[in-house]
C-alpha cells in the first residue's frame, strides 16, 4: 500500500502542526485532520488559528485547501484514509482508579472504537499522544475485537517530540524521528509506509524503528530525563541563594563539560507544559504498576521538586512584600508556561496567581499571546478556586505591560517573553508602589540597572545586592 490520504484524529497542539508539515512536505498525500470540536476546526479554517506557534500560520495558508483539510466530517475522513494518527489528548486522570497519576486513555480508546466501527478497509494507525507504554496493545484489542471482515490493522508508536513554541523548526528538523512496530512482515511494512512519508524531508539515517514497547518508553524517557535536568538546576538554584553561588555560572561551568552539555540547564520558577508532569506522572505509576516502588521514587522526585521550585519562589515573594499581600496588587507578566506560546497548560503562573489570591492579594495580568478567556477559565477551574466571584473580581486582565503595572507593588515575571527584556522600567517604576519589587522568575531582566533605578529586586538562584535607594536610606554602611 501507498499512502495517499492520512486522516489525523485530533487537531490540537500535536495534530495541527504535524499534519501541517506533512502536507507541507508532501504534496501528493491529501491530509486531513478532524476533531470533534467545531469551534477548533472552524478556528483551523480561519485566519486566526487555534494556536500561536510561530511559523504555523505560513505553513497552513501554504497547504489549506490544496492538500491539507480541516474537518468535523470524522466518519469520512477515516473512511477515506490509508493512515490514522491518533492525536487526541490524554489528561492525567482526576478521579478513580490512578487519579492524578495514571493518564485517562478514554479519548484515545475513544479514538480506537470509532475507526473499528467506521472502517471498510486496511488501515494503519499510528499512536501520536503521549500515551503509557502498552497503550499499542489496547488499541490493537479494541480494534481486533470489533474487526469487520476484510479489515486488517497495523498499529504503530510514532511519539512526537515537538516543543511548542518550536514545533514547526522541530518538525522540519526533527533531530530523529522514532517509529516502533510489531516485528512481524505486516508490521515491519507499515514502519515502512510510515518512514516513506518522513523520508520527504528527513534523512533515513535520523529516522530510527523499535520495537513498540521500546518506542512508547523512549518518549516518556525523553521528557522525563528533560525535566529531570531542570529539576536538577532548580535544586542547585536553592543552594545558590543560600550562598555566594550564582546558578547562572554554575550551570554554564556544568554545561561547558561536553557530556554533559549546555541544554536545558536554565534555572526558572519551575517546568508546565502538559507533558513533563503528565508523562512522568505516567512513569511512576508504571513503575508501581510493575512492582518497582524505588525506580517509581526516583522518578516522583522530579515533580516534587518542580512543585518545591514553584512554592519556594512563591513563598519569597510573599515573605519579600513584608509577609503579607492581603490588599496588595501584584503585577503577573507572562501566563503562558513558556515563550512563544499561549498554551497555559500546567504553567506555573498559574499557581503564583493562585497563592496570591488565596493570599488576598488583588492580581493584574498580563501575557503577550494568552486569551483573557483561557486565564479567566484556568483561575476559576474547580481545582484552583472554589469561587470564579472572587476570582473576576481580583483579577484583572491586560492588554500591554504597562498598564498592567501600573500602581501595582510588585511585577513577578513568570514567563520568559522577549518582549519584557525591552521594556522601559525606569516608566514602569514610576508608576509603581514604593518601594518597588521585581521578582524575575526567568531570569531574563538586567538586574543591575532595575537596582539602579530603585527596583528592590528577587531572581532564581542568586543573591542580589540591596537597591541604590536603599543605601541613600541608610547612613551606616554596616547595613547595606
Ligand atoms: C516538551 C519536550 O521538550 C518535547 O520534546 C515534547 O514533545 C513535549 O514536551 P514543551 O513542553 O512544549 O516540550 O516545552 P519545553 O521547551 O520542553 O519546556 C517545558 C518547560 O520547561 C517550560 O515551562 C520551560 O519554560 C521549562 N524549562 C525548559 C526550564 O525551566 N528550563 C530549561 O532549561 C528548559
Ligand atoms: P495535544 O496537546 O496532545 O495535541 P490537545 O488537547 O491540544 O492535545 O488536542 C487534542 C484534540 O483531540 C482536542 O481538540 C480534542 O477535541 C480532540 N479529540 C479528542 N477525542 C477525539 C476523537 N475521538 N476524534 C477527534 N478528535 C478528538
Not at 481486533?144 to 504503530?156: D, H, T
Request: net charge neutral.
Amino acid at each position: 500500500m501507498v499512502v495517499k490520504n492520512i486522516c489525523c484524529l485530533g487537531a490540537g497542539y500535536v495534530g495541527g502542526p504535524t499534519c501541517s508539515v506533512i502536507a507541507l512536505k508532501c504534496p501528493e498525500i491529501k491530509v486531513t485532520v478532524v476533531d470533534l470540536s467545531k469551534e477548533r476546526i472552524s478556528q483551523w479554517n480561519s485566519d486566526k488559528l487555534p494556536i500561536y506557534e510561530p511559523g504555523l500560520d505560513e505553513v497552513v495558508k501554504a497547504c489549506r485547501g490544496k492538500n491539507l483539510f480541516f474537518s468535523n466530517d470524522i466518519n469520512n475522513s477515516i473512511l477515506e484514509a490509508d493512515l490514522i494518527f491518533i492525536s487526541v489528548n490524554t489528561p492525567t486522570k482526576t478521579f478513580g482508579n490512578g487519579k492524578g497519576r495514571a493518564p485517562d486513555l478514554k479519548y484515545v480508546e475513544g479514538a480506537a472504537r470509532l475507526i473499528a466501527n467506521i472502517a471498510r478497509s486496511n488501515k494503519i494507525v499510528v499512536e501520536k499522544s503521549t500515551v503509557p507504554v502498552n497503550a499499542a496493545e489496547s488499541i490493537m484489542k479494541i480494534l481486533k475485537a470489533n474487526q469487520r471482515s476484510g479489515v486488517s490493522y497495523q498499529i504503530l508508536s510514532n511519539p512526537e517530540f515537538l516543543a511548542e513554541g518550536t514545533a514547526i523548526n522541530d518538525l522540519l528538523n526533527a533531530d530523529r524521528v522514532l517509529i516502533g512496530g510489531e516485528e512481524t512482515p505486516g508490521g515491519e511494512a507499515a514502519i515502512e509506509e510510515l518512514c516513506a512519508i518522513y523520508e520527504h524531508w528527513i534523512p533515513r539515517k535520523n529516522i530510527l524503528t523499535t520495537n513498540t514497547w521500546s518506542s512508547e518508553l523512549s518518549k516518556l524517557a525523553a521528557n522525563a530525563m528533560l525535566a529531570q535536568r531542570i529539576s536538577s538546576i532548580n535544586s542547585l538554584s536553592a543552594i545558590c541563594e543560600s550562598t555566594g553561588a550564582d546558578v547562572a555560572e554554575v550551570a554554564r561551568a556544568v554545561g561547558l563539560d561536553s557530556r554533559i552539555g549546555p541544554k536545558f540547564l536554565q534555572a526558572s520558577i519551575g517546568f508546565g507544559g502538559s507533558c513533563f508532569q503528565k508523562d512522568i506522572l505516567n512513569l511512576v505509576y508504571i513503575c508501581e504498576s510493575l512492582n518497582l516502588p524505588e525506580v517509581g521514587a526516583y522518578w516522583q522526585q522530579v515533580i516534587d521538586m518542580n512543585e518545591y521550585q514553584k512554592k519556594r519562589f512563591t513563598s519569597k515573594v510573599i515573605e519579600s512584600l513584608f509577609n503579607t499581600v492581603s490588599g496588595k496588587k501584584i503585577c503577573i507578566m507572562g501566563f503562558a508556561f513558556k515563550k512563544n506560546t499561549g498554551d497555559t497548560r500546567e504553567s506555573p503562573a498559574i499557581y503564583v496567581a493562585k497563592t496570591m489570591l488565596d493570599e488576598g492579594a488583588s492580581i493584574n495580568i498580563y501575557d503577550p499571546k494568552v486569551e483573557e478567556t483561557q486565564i479567566y477559565e484556568d483561575l476559576t477551574h474547580p481545582l484552583i478556586s472554589e469561587s470564579p466571584e472572587h476570582v473576576r473580581k481580583h483579577v484583572t486582565v491586560f492588554k500591554d505591560a504597562y498598564s498592567a503595572t501600573n500602581g501595582c507593588h510588585a511585577i513577578v515575571l513568570c514567563t520568559e517573553w522577549d518582549e519584557f527584556i525591552t521594556l522601559d522600567y525606569e516608566k514602569i517604576y514610576d508608576q509603581m508602589m514604593k518601594p518597588a519589587y521585581m521578582f524575575d522568575g526567568r531570569k531574563i531582566l538586567d538586574h543591575e540597572n532595575l537596582l539602579r533605578i530603585g527596583f528592590n529586586v528577587e531572581t532564581i538562584g542568586k543573591r542580589l545586592g540591596r537597591p541604590f535607594v536603599r543605601r541613600r536610606w541608610s547612613s551606616n554602611p554596616a547595613v547595606l
